[in-house]
């Protein structure tokens, strides 16, 4: 009678640990499709609101957005008393406006920002002891957010503005899907292991590789002037992308965060979903407009 309760047991155990392998293994995937599914709705709403959408409307949909992205900042910084985090929400509001009314200069700041954000990610985690102090972090949450939205806003009104955005989302979305799948069908050569161990070498190729297809299509459909500038500007935005991406996972492994929120289903938070656009788009402008 031991010998066959103990059989169950053994059974009961085994099977437990067989679907916990299954689920492991399969987490991935699952992930994936709520990425996917996520994706498939966002992406014509956010070109319908793009091309058909009443300029309020899109003021007002980016203004949430904007204050989303500062609400997961306070994690980031962090900042846990709520008379810290609504003062946080007023200073960057005031930085929002400011950006707007000295933009150009904002522009520079926030560019030469980007390129110290690359020499922390490349050094980390030695960087941490100049970069990890929660003031540092909030100093350039106040620069790079502000200058996030006033950068689109600036994309948007330009001549053919609507459709740079598209292509510049498009851009970037193809080179992190070609990234994920390169990386996970290929991936053997880890890119900054320390602070972001899924990506690969292979990986960032893949989506190099592809795109360069969307730019080659933008230069059809818009014909620049000077082609050279077109592809390596599409060059210098992807990697910049990247950078961006990985100067968000440091801010979350500093607070040892997986992710920044749990607003959009199968990526996290906002600043998730657009880290590499918040790295991305006042480069592509600057390179537009230089």
């Known amino acids: 009678m031991t010998g066959s309760v103990g059989i169950r047991v053994q059974k009961v155990t085994g099977l437990a640990e067989i679907v916990e392998l299954y689920t492991l293994n399969n987490k991935g ?16 709403l956010v070109l319908w609101l793009i091309f058909y959408g009443n300029q309020w409307l899109l003021a007002g949909i980016v203004l949430l957005v904007f204050l989303a992205a500062c609400r997961e900042c306070w994690q980031l910084i962090p900042l846990n008393h709520w008379s810290l985090q609504a003062g946080f929400i007023v200073i960057m509001l005031a930085g929002l406006w400011a950006c707007g009314a000295f933009f150009d200069y904002w522009l520079d700041i926030g560019l030469i920002i980007w390129c110290l954000n690359v020499l922390a990610i490349l050094s980390f985690p030695g960087s941490q002891k100049y970069w990890g102090y929660p003031a540092v972090v909030a100093m350039v949450c106040f620069l790079l957010l502000p200058l996030f939205v006033q950068s689109l806003i600036h994309l948007y009104h330009l001549p053919n503005g609507k459709g740079q955005l598209v292509y510049l989302l498009f851009l970037i979305w193809v080179s992190d899907t070609g990234a994920y799948l390169s990386g996970k069908l290929m991936g053997k050569h880890k890119l900054i292991p320390q602070v972001s161990p899924g990506k690969s070498w292979e990986g960032v190729i893949g989506g190099i590789i592809l795109s360069m297809l969307i730019a080659w299509i933008g230069y059809s459909y818009f014909k620049p002037v000077a082609a050279v500038h077109w592809f390596v500007l599409a060059l210098c935005t992807i990697i910049i992308a990247i950078f961006g991406d990985l100067f968000i996972s440091i801010l979350k492994r500093r607070c040892h965060l997986k992710d920044t929120g749990a607003l959009i289903p199968g990526h996290g938070g906002i600043l998730d979903r657009l880290d590499s656009l918040i790295a991305a788009l006042p480069l592509f402008y600057f390179g537009l407009t230089w």
Request: hydrophobic share 60%; glycine share 0%; net charge neutral.
């Open 29 to 44: 995937d699952i992930m994936f499709f709520q990425r996917l599914i996520t994706t498939l709705i966002l992406v014509p």
